[in-house]
């Protein structure tokens, strides 16, 4: 005798996503006789296909919805062969002679990663006999199913994820129509699912040593913060490519693209408050002015700032950076060197003036600005500065004071850095703010070499006599005689979870930057990027190096420069300053395109702390222990 097909309506489909299905199901078939008629009942079980009740006792695993009938969706059916209804790529399907016809309901595509279903039919007498038997085994089975489910949601999204997968659940309207006795199975199985929760998890304020493995090296995909891949890839390619958010192509967006010969860029997204028209502050590399003096060739550089909104581009839909306000030449004046205070290097006795800016805030709101320039100490020919970037871009201040922002201006005016050993030419420190806050600059990676500011006196390093090798060059591994490490943008402060799902400290966050691997001799200049990781407490230890970084748009065929990062949207809703974010904040990275035009990209912190190699003793002395 054949049975009538087997169907599922709306709330079966949520039930089997959720793990909670469980309902018998009857079929009516007829004999020949034409007034005899039979009924069998069917009992759908939630089942694992490991497990061996989804085996047809041979191991041979039975496809779910099948009526234990192994034929292809796309194979004819015997003549002798009722119609048999199943799931085909998440629609319901008639399985007839011909192929795949799908039925005019369509059912939820996420109930095609839910548990599968076994079926089975048995007559009223027989299945009457065993019921006790197959209910408890019915119930362990579902019960170790939803128990998986569960623990996953908890492990990956904690407490937020638990309620809203609760919010989209249909146990309580399932629970509503059950019978007595499995009403009360199901909340059993609820309270062992909470003490399991409950008892397992710990403490899920902080990131833990095996929460931040995972997420250094997690690929962003499977663990991605939003329902969008951005700048990831499972290929065999040797980097990462990082994909603008906003962007409707994932491309690089350009900044002042009608400006020529402006390049290397930094942006300092202000706080909201200040308004749209002023939340873009932007500086970058000129024009340079060549002229002759005493017979020498002279070349006078140039820093220019102004403010920038983002617009877009009819019909493409495509974003970038326009003048707000009138692209200005900051006062930094130079002067030229005298020629017995003439730099080692004679190539840049014809440099005069600053270069390479990078604006960075402090957690108090104090915008900085650090930059190269001509050096004003004997012996020196270029050195770092620092200035208050309020002093020297007209409206700044006025802004942020719109804003709430007011802090005390510290550096009025151009203040050189002056530290222990100094070099000749100093270029590319990444200032960044130590454990209480304090002004440090990372000077050099390879050795490690960090200072902390101290007014008025020559910058000290934390560690005199650093290894010439750590993790950086053992993650690299390139050979040193062809290649460089040097700083690319200031550093940030990022604590590894979801805003509001965690409370900072110093187990869960991380200081992070950009790098540039210079390599040369090349045909061209190759500057390969890469993010690093260090502890946010001294002496400030590697943590990880990410995979080499590439930009969605650009080539090869021009030297890409980063030079700044910031928190797209820095607020102070947490008491943590401007400097710190999480790991589904926007990042807005800018960099030069050679030397002549400036673009950005904006990503998710995620993004940018996944695909991580972990420093080795990570786990024996980091802040994540």
Request: net charge neutral; charged share 20%.
């Amino acid at each position: 005798m054949a049975s009538t097909p087997l169907g599922f309506d709306a709330q079966d489909a949520q039930a089997l996503e959720e793990g909670t299905f469980i309902r018998p199901l009857s079929s009516t078939s007829r004999s020949s006789t034409p007034n005899a008629t039979t009924t069998t009942t069917t009992t759908t079980v939630i089942a694992d296909l490991d497990s061996p009740s989804a085996n047809n006792g041979n191991g041979n695993v039975i496809p779910p919805f099948s009526n234990q009938i192994h034929i292809h969706p796309t194979q004819t059916l015997p003549t002798h062969l009722p119609p048999t209804y199943g799931y085909f790529n998440g629609i319901d399907t008639d399985i007839r002679e011909g192929g795949v016809r799908s039925l005019p309901h369509k059912k939820s595509n996420r109930a095609l990663s839910a548990a599968s279903i076994g079926a089975s039919s048995t007559s009223t007498s027989n299945a009457s006999t065993g019921a006790g038997g197959m209910e408890w085994e019915s119930f362990k089975t579902r019960a170790g199913t939803v128990l998986r489910q569960w623990k996953r949601v908890w492990d990956r999204d904690g407490l937020a994820g638990v309620q809203q997968k609760w919010r989209h659940t249909a146990l309580p309207s399932q629970l509503a129509r059950a019978p007595p006795h499995r009403r009360a199975l199901a909340l059993l199985a609820l309270v062992v699912i909470l003490l399991f929760l409950l008892f397992l998890r710990g403490n899920s304020n902080s990131v833990g040593n095996e929460k931040a493995h995972a997420i250094l090296r997690d690929s962003g995909v499977s663990g991605a913060i939003i329902d969008r891949t951005t700048g990831t890839h499972r290929s065999a390619n040797k980097a990462k490519v990082l994909e603008s958010f906003t962007n409707p192509y994932g491309f690089m967006n350009l900044i002042d693209p009608y400006a020529g010969g402006v390049f290397n860029p930094s942006i300092l997204v202000l706080p909201d408050t200040v308004g749209n028209d002023r939340r873009f502050l932007f500086v970058a590399r000129g024009p340079e002015k060549y002229e002759v003096i005493d017979g020498d060739d002279t070349r006078w550089e140039h820093v220019l700032g102004c403010f920038m909104i983002v617009l877009k581009r009819a019909h493409l839909n495509l974003p970038y950076l326009a003048r707000e306000t009138e692209l200005e030449t900051l006062k930094l004046p130079a002067k030229r060197k005298v020629e017995y205070l003439r730099c080692h290097d004679p190539i840049f006795d014809q440099f005069i003036g600053p270069e390479d800016p990078r604006l960075f805030f402090t957690n108090d709101g104090q915008p900085l600005l650090i930059y190269s320039q001509t050096g004003r100490s004997p012996n020196i020919c270029r050195a770092i500065y620092l200035i208050d970037a309020r002093v020297v871009v007209p409206g700044l201040s006025k802004a942020l004071k719109k804003g709430g922002w007011n802090a005390p201006i510290v550096f009025s005016e151009q203040t050189d850095l002056i530290r222990d050993n100094q070099f000749n030419i100093e270029k590319n420190w990444a200032p960044f703010l130590g454990e209480k806050d304090e002004l440090h600059f990372h000077v050099s990676l390879v050795p490690q070499e960090v200072y902390k500011y101290v007014p008025g006196m020559t910058l000290r390093a934390l560690d005199p006599n650093p290894p010439k090798h750590n993790c950086l060059t053992s993650i690299v591994n390139a050979q040193m005689n062809r290649v460089k490490f040097h700083h690319a943008t200031p550093l940030l402060r990022a604590t590894l979870c979801r805003r509001g799902e965690c409370k900072p400290d110093i187990h869960n966050t991380v200081l992070f930057g950009m790098i540039h691997v210079k390599y040369h001799p090349e045909p061209y200049l190759f500057y390969e990027r890469r993010i690093v990781t260090w502890n946010v407490t001294a002496p400030y230890n590697y943590l990880s190096v990410s995979k080499p970084l590439t930009y969605s748009g650009t080539n090869q065929a021009d030297p890409i420069f980063t030079v700044s990062i910031a928190w797209d949207h820095p607020s102070d809703r947490h008491g943590l300053g401007l400097n710190h974010g999480f790991l589904d904040d926007t990042i807005v990275t800018s960099f030069g395109v050679g030397d002549y035009g400036s673009a950005y990209i904006d990503i998710l912190a995620r993004d940018l702390l996944t695909d991580h190699e972990i420093c080795e003793g990570f786990g024996q002395h980091s802040l994540f222990g």
